[in-house]
């Protein structure tokens, strides 16, 4: 399949906005790939690029490179929050995400996630800047909350059926890295498919306010979180960093740090 690219010479601003491209159930090969490039881009609440496969095709990946800042999220906005997005819904594995920028915030109850919805193995999600936050949360108009979160996962919480696909894995780069106001860095498994691991590189992992970075599963294994080339490490206030797992075996934490506080 093609590669859609939208390259802008200054930013993208969807506000609100809609990306969103899927392989059908009798597609095979790959699914159409995405790619993003400005000096900023912005996804306000309302908003979601999407991208997936409904049958034996991978879903193609999303490809996000700005110099500047991409924020997904905003704040003043009662809508629902933003969303960029990987799924598959059938034997195919889901596509990628990949976002390079040099600040890279998730507020207002925004997802940045990958996630499978059945038998396929779900997208993996890697960020590289020097700065990324993580923080806030969003009530919509019906009144379901959503806690800001970067993930991947196979299925969803409060799903009927959960299906039987490998999560993917969330790897994150970068020197500064803030989770804050109750906001998640989340790899979990809420069928019988395994979650995948959770891995951050940053000199500063600062986590705040009830914030948790977590591998969970539910049938399967749950995934290891390794935390390397840390100078300084926070947890305040109630946030915590955990692995767990209901049937199968939980998985390890990796701390590589110079300071710990709590």
């Known amino acids: 399949a093609g590669i859609v690219s939208v390259i802008a010479q200054r930013d993208i601003d969807l ?14 090969g790959e699914g159409a790939a995405l790619n ?41 906005s009662s809508a629902f929050p933003a969303i960029i ?14 976002v390079a920028a040099r600040r890279v915030d998730v507020i207002a109850g925004a997802q940045l996630q990958s996630v499978t919805f059945a038998e396929g193995r779900g997208g993996n999600l890697r960020i590289d800047a020097q700065q990324v936050n993580v923080s806030g949360a969003a009530i919509t108009p019906i009144g379901t909350q959503f806690l800001s979160g970067i993930s991947a996962s196979s299925g969803l919480s409060n799903l009927p059926f959960q299906p039987t696909g490998k999560g993917g894995n969330v790897n994150i780069n970068a ?55 840390a100078h300084t490490l926070l947890l305040r206030r109630g946030s915590l960093i955990s692995t767990r797992a209901g049937v199968g075996d939980g998985g390890n934490i990796i701390i590589d740090a110079d300071f710990v506080v709590t």
């Open 175 to 229: 020197s500064a890295l803030r989770v804050d106001e109750g906001a998640q860095i989340a790899v979990d498994s809420f069928g019988t498919g395994n979650s995948g691991n959770l891995s951050i590189r940053s000199e500063s992992v600062h986590l705040d306010q009830g914030s948790q970075l977590s591998t969970a599963a539910a049938f399967g294994d749950g995934g290891n979180i390794t935390i390397d080339d």
């Open 85 to 98: 997005t990987t799924s598959t819904q059938g034997a195919g594995q889901g596509g990628d995400i990949r």
């Open 15 to 28: 506000s609100p906005g809609v990306i969103s491209f899927t392989a059908q159930p009798s597609t095979t």
């Open 36 to 76: 993003l490039a400005a000096n900023n881009l912005t996804v306000t609440s309302g908003s979601f690029i999407s991208g997936g496969t409904l049958g034996l095709a991978s879903g193609g990946n999303i490809d996000i490179d700005v110099r500047d800042t991409v924020v997904l999220g905003s704040a003043t």
